[in-house]
C-alpha cells in the first residue's frame, strides 16, 4: 500500500516547516517553581510536571489520528531554563540564522522570554551549579573544547531513558501507577528518615500521574470540542474518535492497538514535557505492540493498513518535536536528531525469534514516511529470518541511513558484561544511537567525548594545543627529544590519563548537581523498580544503575599517526620526527612529499595488523583506564565508540596529524576507518572494525560505512549485504549503519535543497534530513570512503 | 579415477580480491593467474597475457622521490614504463629491460611501485583466500579462478583447487575455453596429457563454470583475439558432456552447505557461457543468435549472461607503459543489451545474471 494521502499532507508540513520555539513549557514550569518555593526538589519538579500539563496549549491538528504537542506550533522546540539557560540567552537572537539546526523565534518571545522566564533562574540552573563548582584547570580542558566535552549532562536535559511499557506503563496506565504510588504510600512510617524520603517520591508519583491524566483529559475535551465544530462528516468521525481514545488513556491500560498507539505518544510527549531529554527511547516497540495488533487483527477490529497508518503517524508525532541545543551541542548532534530510539527484530528472552508484523510495519513506517525519527535499530540474531534480512537491507538500500543495525549476540554481551542478568541482558533495546540499554537501567549513556587525537596533540606538542599555542593540558618534554614509539605512547598515555580524570571530575560534580536539583519523576515513574524502591533514578532508584560513559573520538586518526611514526620514523627512517612534528607544525605546507609517504603507510580499515593492532591496544587503554573509576554511586565509569556527529567539532580544535590529515579536518566517528583511507574493501573494513573487543565498551561502538548503491539494488546483493553482517556480529561486530546514496545525488541536493528536503542520511548513528545539515557536515559525508565494489 | 599428480607449489598471480560479487554465488575471493593464449583487442588485463613476474608504475601515485631508480640494477629510472620495452608490437617483450626484481617495490614510500604479476606459493594464495571464510559461508560464496586464463597453468590450478574443494567452499571457474582435454588424434605428449587430465579433475570439481564465446564466426574471431574458436567450440560442447560423465562417475560431491540460494549441483557444475558484449564487434543481432543457438543445441543445459564492454583496464596500459591503442570499442547501450538478452532467450537458452 502506498502512502495515505493523510499521512502525505502531515510529511509535507514537516518536510517543510522550520521548527519553532515555544515558551509556553518554560514558562508554566517557571511560575510553578515561583509558587513552590521552599519545598523538597522532588516535589517541585513534579508539580512543575503537573501545572504544565494543566497549562500547555491543547492543539489538534489537521489530518492527526495520533495527538499531543509539546507546544502552539505544529514543529516544536521547548526550553528547559531549569538545566541550563545561559546559553540560550547568548544564542536565542541567531537561532533563525544559524547554519545547524536553525529555529524559528519571533522579537516578541524573546523579549518574553528575557523578562520573564531567564531572570527566575538566574543563579538556579544546573549549568550555573556546574560551572561555580568546576575549577580553572578542568575548564581549560574539558569546558566547550572539543578535546573533553560533558555539556550534555549540564547544560540540557538527560533523556536517555527507556521506558518500560512492558512491566509498567502499559499494563498499568497511569490511573494504576497513582493507586500503586498511594498504597505504597500508606505503608509509610514518616517519622522515619527515610520512608520520609520516600513519601516525598510517592507523592512525586502521584503528581505526574496526575499530570499525565489531565494531558488525557484536555485532549479529550478538546477532540469533542471539535468535533461538535467540525462540518466534515468524516473528520467529525475521526475527532469523535480520538475523544474517546483519550478519555481512556493514558489513564487507564489500552484495550486496543489505537489506544496503544495514543498511549505511546501520551508517554513520549510526557517525557518531552518534563526534560526535553535526548535519547528519550521507545524501546523495543514490535514486542510490546504486537499483542494489541494481534488481538484486534484476530477480532476483526484492523487489519494491517490501519495499523500501518497510524504507526506512520506516530512517526511524524516523533519527528515533529525537535530537540533544544547550542550551537555548540548541533555540532555534535546535527539534524535536530533527538535519538528517539526505536528497536525492532532480535531474539525474545527465551531466545526464539522475536520478529513480527510489527517489526516489518515499523521498517515500513520509516521507508514510506522518511522522517528522521524514531531512530530506527535493528537486532539481527544468528538465525535472523531472510525475510527480515531482506526488510532490514531493501530498507539501507533506500540509502536513508537507517536501520541501524545490530548483533544480537554482542549486545547481549555487553550488558552481561556490566552485571546484567542474562533476562535482562537478553531483553536489550538501543538507546540513542548505539547504546545497548534497558528499560531497568538507570544510565548516562552520553557523558563525556574524549578525544583520543588531542591526547596525541597534547603528547607531541608539549601538552599545548596546536591550534591556539595555550597550556591545556599536563606539560610534556620537547617531541623532538623521544626516542622510540613506546616513549610517544607513554607520553599519550599520560595526556589521555588526564583528559580522563577531568572527565571524571565533571561527571560527578554533574551528578551530585543533579542530585540535588535534576530528580526525574517522570522518568522513574516508567521504571519498575523507582516504584518498588520509592526512590527516583538519581537516588539510585532502578534496578540497574551504570556509570557513565565516556565516548572516544578519534581512535583511527590516532591509530594511523602512531602507526606513521613506526614505520617511517623508527622502521624505515624515511625521516626524523623532528620532520614529522615540523610538517604538522606548518599544516604541511612545504612538506608535501612527506605528507604522500605518510599517507601511503598503512590505514586503520583495511585489515592490516600493522595498524589495526596500534588502533586495539589504545582502545584497551581507554577502557581500563576509564573503567578504573568510580561514579558518585560507586558504579564504575563505561567506554563506548558511538561517535554522534562529535568528528567534526573535535577535529576543528586540532593542528594537523602525524597521518596526514590536515589542521582542522574532520577527524573520525566510533570505530569507523578514517574518511577515504579504507581503500580495500568493506570486507577489510568490517574486519579491522571487528578487532576491536566490541563486547568490553558496554556503551556501544559505531561503524559507518558508504556502500555504492548499485550493489544494494538487488535482492541478490542485499542478500550477500545481509552475509556481511551476519560475518561483522560473528567476528563480534554490534553495529553498523550504510549510507547508500550515491555523491551525485549528494551534490544535486546541496545544489537544490529544495527538491531534496525530504532526502535522509546517514550522519552517525543516526539520520537525518541532508538539507537540514550544514554545508561543512554535507561535505564531510560526501567525503566518506565510497566501496565501490559493493 | 584420475591421480592426483604431485603438487606444484608455485604459479603466477595476478590478484587475489576479495570481495567479488558478480562472478559466481555469494561473497567471493577472485584469483587471477596470469598468461593467456588469446589477445583480445579489449581486453582489460593486460599484464595477464604472459606466466612472468611485472611490476608497473603507477605515475597518479609517485611523487617522484627517485628512490627506485637509486636502486634498480638494470639502471631504469623514474618513469619505468617509458623505458622497459625494447619491442612494442608483441607488447610484454622478453627484452623487457625489467626483470621485476622487486627491489623498487621494496623502497617506493607512496606504493607506486608494485607488483602486477607476482610468484606465488599455493600455500600463500590459500591463506589469503581463507580469511575471507566466514563471508562465503554466510553468503554461500568461495573462490573463482580467473585470468589471464586460469588453465594455462594447469597444474597450479589444480593443487589450489584441491586443496579449496577440501575446505568445502563453494569454487568457479572462468575461462576462455582454450584448452585441451581431449586427445582426439592420439597426439598429445606426457605433459599434454597430464595437463588436460589436470584441467579436465579442475573443470569435474567446480560448482560453476563460466566460458567466454567471444564471437561466433571464426575469422571474426581470429581477427580480434588471435586466435580461432574452433577449440573454444568444441569444448562447450564437452561441457554439454561433463554432466552426464560426472554423474555416472558418482563423485557429484558439492561444495559445503551454504544457505545461499545456489540450485542443487548434484548434476554437476551450473555452466554459464557469457559474451563479453563489445559495441561494434559482437554485439549485432546474428552473433549473438547464432552463439544462442549453438549453445542450445550442444549444451542444453547451460545458460548464456551478456556481459557489456567497459574501461577499467586503461590504468594497467598505463601502469605498464603499454600502448592503449585500440578501435573505438563502444559500451552497448542499456536497451540494446535488453534486446540481445531477449534474443538468447528467444533462442531457448536461459539468461544468468550476477548483478
Not at chain 1, 507546544?71 to 522546540?77: D, N, Q, S, V
Not at chain 1, 508525532?317 to 555540532?331: D, R
Not at chain 2, 554459464?272 to 550442444?298: K, L, T
Amino acid at each position: 500500500m502506498a502512502i495515505t494521502d493523510r499521512v502525505e499532507k502531515i510529511r509535507q508540513n514537516y518536510v517543510n516547516t522550520m521548527p519553532h520555539i515555544s515558551y509556553e513549557r518554560a514558562w508554566a514550569w517557571t511560575k510553578s517553581f515561583q509558587k513552590t518555593e521552599g519545598q523538597v526538589h522532588i516535589i517541585r519538579t513534579a508539580q512543575a510536571f503537573r501545572d504544565t500539563c494543566e497549562e500547555l496549549s491543547v492543539n489538534i491538528w489537521e489530518g492527526e489520528l495520533v495527538v499531543g504537542t509539546s507546544g502552539e506550533y505544529r514543529k516544536c522546540a521547548i526550553l528547559t531554563p531549569e538545566f541550563g539557560w545561559t546559553w540560550i540567552n547568548d544564542e536565542i537572537d541567531t537561532f533563525p540564522q544559524r547554519g545547524q539546526d536553525p529555529y524559528d523565534v519571533t522579537p516578541e518571545q524573546i523579549k518574553f522570554i528575557r523578562e520573564n522566564i531567564f531572570p527566575y533562574w538566574k543563579g538556579k540552573s544546573v549549568e550555573e551549579a556546574f560551572l561555580a563548582r568546576t575549577s580553572e584547570a578542568t575548564k581549560k580542558i574539558g569546558v566547550d573544547t572539543g578535546f573533553l566535552d560533558t555539556d550534555s549532562k549540564w547544560r540540557n536535559g538527560i533523556g536517555e531513558i527507556s521506558a518500560d511499557y512492558i512491566d509498567v506503563l502499559l499494563p498499568k496506565g497511569y490511573g494504576g501507577i497513582k493507586a500503586e504510588a498511594l498504597e505504597y504510600m500508606k505503608k509509610l512510617d514518616e517519622t522515619k528518615p527515610a520512608d520520609k524520603k520516600k513519601a516525598d517520591f510517592y507523592k512525586s508519583m502521584v503528581l505526574i500521574a496526575d499530570g499525565m491524566i489531565t494531558l488525557g483529559r484536555r485532549y479529550a475535551e478538546k477532540a469533542e470540542e471539535m468535533a461538535s465544530a467540525e462540518t466534515d462528516p468524516k473528520r467529525k468521525e475521526e475527532l469523535i474518535e480520538i475523544a474517546k481514545v483519550c478519555s481512556r488513556v493514558p489513564e487507564n491500560p489500552p484495550e486496543s492497538f489505537r489506544e496503544a498507539i495514543q498511549f505511546v505518544w501520551f508517554v513520549q510527549l510526557g517525557g518531552i514535557i518534563a526534560e526535553n531529554p535526548l535519547a528519550w527511547n521507545p524501546g523495543r516497540f514490535d514486542q510490546y505492540m504486537y499483542p494489541y495488533y494481534k488481538a484486534d487483527k484476530e477480532a476483526g477490529k484492523i487489519d494491517y493498513d490501519t495499523a500501518l497508518e497510524l504507526v506512520e503517524c506516530l512517526w511524524l508525532k516523533y519527528s515533529e518535536w525537535a530537540w533544544t541545543i547550542s550551537k555548540n551541542t548541533a555540532s555534535f548532534f546535527a539534524g535536530y536528531t533527538n535519538f528517539e530510539n526505536l528497536t525492532v527484530g532480535g531474539t525474545k528472552v527465551d531466545g526464539t525469534d522475536a520478529t513480527n508484523d510489527i517489526s516489518y510495519m515499523a521498517i515500513q513506517a520509516t521507508r514510506e514516511c522518511m522522517t528522521h525519527q524514531p531512530t530506527l535499530s535493528c537486532r539481527i540474531h544468528p538465525d535472523c529470518p531472510p525475510e527480515f534480512m531482506e526488510a532490514v537491507t531493501e530498507l539501507v538500500s533506500t540509502g536513508c541511513g537507517f536501520p541501524a543495525i545490530h548483533g544480537d549476540r554482542t549486545g547481549y554481551q555487553m550488558l552481561s558484561n556490566l552485571g546484567y542478568k542474562p533476562e535482562d541482558a537478553r531483553d536489550w533495546n538501543n538507546c540513542g544511537c548505539v547504546v545497548p540499554h534497558s528499560r531497568k537501567t538507570f544510565e548516562w549513556t552520553s557523558s563525556a567525548s574524549i578525544s583520543f587525537a588531542a591526547a596525541l596533540e597534547f603528547a607531541l606538542n608539549e601538552g599545548k594545543s596546536r591550534l591556539s599555542g595555550e597550556q591545556v593540558s599536563v606539560p610534556e618534554k620537547d617531541p623532538k627529544s623521544f626516542e622510540s614509539l613506546e616513549e610517544i605512547i607513554e607520553a599519550w598515555k599520560k595526556q589521555f590519563r588526564y583528559l580522563v580524570k577531568h572527565g571524571v571530575i565533571s561527571l560527578v560534580t554533574a551528578q551530585e548537581i543533579h542530585k540535588e536539583i535534576g530528580h526525574r519523576p517522570f522518568m522513574s515513574a516508567c521504571n519498575e523498580y523507582c516504584m518498588k524502591n520509592g526512590a527516583d533514578l538519581v537516588d539510585g532508584g532502578s534496578k540497574y544503575n551504570i556509570g557513565p560513559v565516556f565516548t572516544g573520538v578519534g581512535l583511527s586518526v590516532t591509530a594511523n599517526s602512531l602507526a606513521v611514526i613506526k614505520k617511517l620514523v623508527y622502521e624505515e627512517k624515511e625521516c626524523t620526527l623532528a620532520d614529522i612534528i615540523d610538517a604538522i607544525d606548518n599544516n604541511w605546507e612545504g612538506y608535501e612529499e612527506l605528507r604522500e609517504k605518510a599517507l601511503a603507510c598503512p590505514k586503520y580499515g583495511n585489515d592490516d595488523d600493522y595498524v589495526d593492532s596500534i588502533a586495539r591496544d589504545l582502545a584497551d587503554f581507554f577502557y581500563d583506564e576509564v573503567t578504573s573509576y568510580d561514579d558518585l554511586y560507586g558504579n564504575h565509569f563505561v567506554t563506548a565508540f558511538m561517535g554522534i556527529s562529535n568528528y567534526l567539532p573535535t577535529g576543528k580544535v586540532l593542528g594537523a596529524t602525524p597521518e596526514g590529515r590536515h589542521a582542522m579536518d574532520p577527524i573520525n566517528e566510533g570505530v569507523s576507518p578514517y574518511t577515504g583511507s579504507d581503500t580495500s574493501t568493506c570486507l577489510a573494513a568490517l574486519r579491522s572494525a571487528a578487532k576491536m573487543k566490541h563486547e568490553i565498551h558496554s556503551g556501544g561502538t559505531l561503524l559507518n560505512l558508504r556502500l555504492n548503491h548499485d550493489l544494494v539494488a538487488t535482492k541478490r546483493g542485499r542478500a550477500n549485504l545481509g552475509a556481511m553482517l551476519q560475518t561483522y556480529f560473528m567476528l563480534g561486530g554490534f553495529h553498523v549503519q550504510f549510507n547508500t546514496i550515491s555523491n551525485e545525488v549528494l551534490k544535486d541536493a546541496q545544489a537544490h535543497p529544495e527538491k531534496y528536503r525530504s532526502l535522509l542520511v546517514r550522519v552517525a548513528g543516526y539520520s537525518a534530513q541532508f538539507t537540514n545539515l550544514s554545508k561543512e557536515m554535507q561535505d564531510s559525508i560526501m567525503a566518506r570512503n565510497a566501496h565501490e565494489e559493493f | 579415477m584420475i591421480e592426483k599428480r604431485e603438487t606444484i607449489p608455485n604459479g603466477f598471480v595476478m590478484d587475489i580480491q576479495p570481495f567479488s560479487v558478480n562472478d559466481g554465488n555469494g561473497i567471493r575471493t577472485t584469483v587471477f593467474l596470469a598468461g593467456c593464449p588469446l589477445r583480445c583487442q579489449w581486453c582489460s588485463n593486460p599484464e595477464g597475457f604472459s606466466q612472468r613476474e611485472l611490476v608497473g608504475w603507477h605515475q597518479r601515485k609517485c611523487i617522484g622521490c627517485g628512490k627506485c631508480a637509486e636502486v634498480c640494477p638494470e639502471g631504469i629510472g623514474i618513469c619505468l614504463s617509458e623505458e622497459r620495452f625494447a619491442d612494442r608490437i608483441n607488447r610484454i617483450s622478453k627484452n623487457d629491460r625489467c626483470t621485476a626484481c622487486g627491489a623498487c617495490v621494496k623502497v617506493c614510500p607512496v606504493g607506486a611501485r608494485t607488483f602486477m604479476v607476482r610468484q606465488m606459493d599455493a600455500g600463500e594464495v590459500i591463506e589469503k583466500i581463507q580469511k575471507h571464510r566466514l563471508f562465503y559461508m554466510q553468503s554461500g560464496g568461495g573462490v573463482t579462478f580467473s585470468g589471464g586464463e586460469a588453465t594455462m597453468q594447469p597444474g597450479f590450478l589444480r593443487c589450489l583447487a584441491e586443496r579449496i574443494y577440501d575446505l568445502g567452499y563453494d569454487m568457479a571457474i572462468e575461462t576462455s575455453g582454450y584448452f585441451d582435454i581431449q586427445d582426439d588424434n592420439g597426439t598429445f605428449t606426457d605433459k599434454e596429457k597430464r595437463n588436460a587430465e589436470d584441467i579436465r579433475w579442475t573443470l569435474e570439481h567446480m560448482d560453476m563454470i563460466f566460458m567466454d564465446l567471444k564471437i561466433f564466426d571464426d575469422e571474426k574471431h581470429r581477427l580480434y583475439t588471435g586466435v580461432s574458436n574452433k577449440k573454444i567450440l568444441k569444448n562447450i560442447k564437452q561441457l554439454g558432456k561433463l554432466h552426464q560423465q560426472k554423474l555416472s562417475a558418482g563423485k557429484s560431491v558439492p561444495a559445503a552447505d551454504t544457505l545461499c540460494n545456489k540450485d542443487d549441483h548434484t548434476a554437476g557444475p551450473r555452466v554459464v557461457i557469457r559474451i563479453p558484449v563489445i559495441g561494434g564487434v559482437n554485439d549485432d543481432e546474428e552473433n549473438i543468435r547464432c552463439s544462442a543457438a549453438f549453445v542450445h543445441e550442444n549444451a542444453p543445459e547451460a545458460e548464456m549472461e551478456l556481459l557489456p564492454y567497459h574501461e577499467f583496464g586503461k590504468i594497467k596500459y598505463e601502469a605498464l607503459g603499454m600502448a592503449y591503442d585500440r578501435p573505438a570499442f563502444s559500451r552497448p547501450s542499456k536497451e540494446h543489451m535488453e534486446y540481445l538478452k531477449s534474443i538468447v532467450e528467444d533462442e531457448g537458452v536461459k539468461t544468468a545474471d550476477f548483478r
